[in-house]
């Protein structure tokens, strides 16, 4: 009896960890979206915009749903998924939670503007901090839910070197093979 009843049981939690395993859907994922001039594709929506006075250096598109629309938990979801970094004071911009539409208007300057929609959320990072963006709403799959502002840290550009840095740089490595070829010649 017992070894009946353990086999039963044996079975069902094989059948319940199968179960587990098969997700009818993929887990999220954060997934670059290549613009054109004016518009972009996310599945087989294509949505017009358009084009800001700073050019649109990346789009982020997440295919899964971020519960926690809060200002400081998505500023850790974009710093964790996508390494963006925000100052510690006055990155938050402005916020629409009700009756949205295609057009963000800020009183402050940003450059990073999250919309969430349905179960999706696409990060727009501009060059230049701008304080309009306008797009085709009506493409967003399952509609438009809100939208939140900020400014991130710039990411420091390193310095291209001048010719005379260079020129300088080959002298020196000239003059040090210089004095090694004359000290074993000696």
């Known amino acids: 009896m017992i070894a009946r009843f353990s086999a039963v049981l044996g079975m069902l939690m094989l059948l319940v960890a199968e179960n587990a395993n098969a997700r009818p859907f993929s887990n999220p994922t954060w997934d670059v979206v290549t613009p054109s001039v004016s518009s972009f594709t996310i ?3 294509t ?3 358009t084009q ?4 649109i250096s990346d789009i982020w598109y997440y295919n899964g749903n971020i519960n926690n629309q809060s200002q400081d938990n998505l500023k850790s979801v974009f710093s964790t998924a996508l390494g963006i970094q925000f100052p510690a ?3 938050d911009g402005t916020t629409c939670d009700n009756s949205c539409t295609g057009t963000f208007s800020s009183s402050t300057s940003f ?3 999250a919309v969430h929609f349905g179960n999706g959320e696409l990060l727009f990072q501009f060059q230049n901090p701008i304080k309009t963006f306008t797009f085709d709403s009506a493409d967003l799959p399952n509609g438009l839910s809100n939208y939140r502002s900020y400014t991130d840290v710039p990411r420091e550009v390193s310095p291209v070197p001048e010719p005379t840095e260079g020129a300088l740089l080959l002298a020196g490595l000239a003059l ?3 004095i090694a070829a004359r000290r074993k010649s000696v």
Do not use: A, Q, R
């Open 43 to 45: 599945g087989t929506s």
């Open 47 to 49: 949505i017009d915009y």
């Open 52 to 55: 800001p006075t700073s050019p």
């Open 89 to 91: 004071t006055g990155s």
């Open 111 to 113: 450059n990073l503007l």
């Open 176 to 178: 040090l093979g210089f």
